[in-house]
């Protein structure tokens, strides 16, 4: 429950997209907190949503190592359906800036302290006529576990 | 009227201008012209297959992955030419980029039903080709084996059809290449 935001921090940054945590999470053993990946999507590119219609799109995905938070739950936002150049009906996807939620469980017997909550982005990014091949970003969020 | 006659002439020579220039962009001259770099990649069937193979032929090298829509657009244009143009001289080498493999490859050329011959591709193969950074990305080869024009993204179907058709030697202009003496007798005497 116990949740704060208290400063941005960029660290993640590449050719069509940039990461930026939302900020340090204060979390307390045995209860949940929840973290924001904040992904801004260059102008001109697009990247697939995590529901793609189309099955030969690859999805965006957000991953976590398993500590020292548990993740319960991630809240992806409604996707974009636009349609582009070299589809045939609106494809699901994310453009512009927008912030993924992730709900961790804060395990009773997580080490206290300053600690890092590690995690992999991975999008696949399309222009109205290209697209570049998947992309696997680190991300990380700054915890402050009590 | 007079200088109506003008405005319209200077339209006539720009819009002329305009075509000649687009044509000239679309394919480079023969003597600016690179040798396309060499690889030697496996195919469907696991065959090893060397570009200079295709030496004599004017290829269409298209570097493409399942996960590309664009990519997914050109594919039946691609099956097209392969039909029309493979008698003349010309091919069509799909170069897949899938990180997955043929496991992912093989299905998608059945279920495209694609005609033409598609490789594997690697990250050194591309590396030779400028890194192709993103897909599709077609490179356009005349008979030589060397590089005539690159296409990155999707382009028309006429575009590559402009430019295959030029390499074939298809274009009117090419039928009036000026031919030498005995050759043209060995032609009339049918040797």
């Known amino acids: 429950m116990a949740v704060s935001v208290t400063a941005a921090l960029a660290f993640g940054q590449n050719e069509q997209l940039t990461v930026a945590s939302g900020g340090k999470v204060v979390a307390k053993r045995g209860e949940t907190a929840v ?17 793609p219609n189309e099955e030969y799109l690859i999805p965006l995905r957000l991953t976590w190592e398993p ?7 991630i ?18 996807v994310y453009e512009g800036e927008f912030v993924i939620e992730t709900k961790f469980k804060v395990p009773a017997d997580a080490p206290t302290g300053m600690g890092l909550a590690s995690g992999k982005l991975r999008y696949q990014a399309c222009s109205n006529t290209a697209c570049y091949p998947p992309k696997t970003v680190p991300v990380s969020i700054p915890l402050d576990i009590r | 009227m007079s200088r109506f006659l003008l405005c319209l002439g200077a339209l006539l020579l720009v819009s002329t201008s305009c075509t000649t220039t687009t044509e000239a962009r679309a394919l480079k001259p023969e003597a600016g012209r690179k040798q396309a770099p060499g690889f030697d990649l496996k195919d469907s069937t696991g065959k090893a297959v060397k570009l200079s193979e295709y030496k004599g032929k004017v290829v269409l090298l298209n570097f493409w992955a399942t996960w590309c829509g664009p990519c997914k657009v050109e594919i039946p244009w691609f099956i097209d030419f392969e039909t029309r143009y493979k008698d003349q001289g010309f091919a069509v080498l799909g170069v897949a980029m899938d990180d997955e493999g043929w496991s992912i490859v093989k299905p998608y050329i059945d279920q495209k039903k694609i005609n033409y011959r598609v490789l594997m591709g690697t990250d050194p193969v591309a590396q030779l080709y400028g ?3 993103s897909l599709p990305t077609t490179f356009v080869l005349d008979r030589d084996g060397k590089i005539a ?4 993204g999707l382009v028309s179907k006429s575009e590559y059809e402009n430019d295959i058709k030029q390499l074939l030697g298809q274009k009117k202009a090419n039928w009036f290449q000026p031919i030498r003496l005995g050759d043209l007798a ?6």
């Open chain 1, 67 to 73: 500590k020292p938070l548990v993740m319960e739950s």
């Open chain 1, 75 to 92: 809240k992806f936002p409604t996707p974009k359906q636009d349609k582009f150049e070299f589809s045939e009906k609106p494809l699901s």
């Open chain 2, 131 to 133: 890194g192709v950074e």
């Open chain 2, 149 to 152: 024009g690159v296409h990155i």
């Open chain 2, 186 to 191: 060995s032609m009339l005497l049918g040797r």
């Open chain 1, 35 to 51: 973290a924001t990946v904040r992904i801004t999507v260059k102008p001109g590119f697009h990247i697939n949503s995590n529901t």
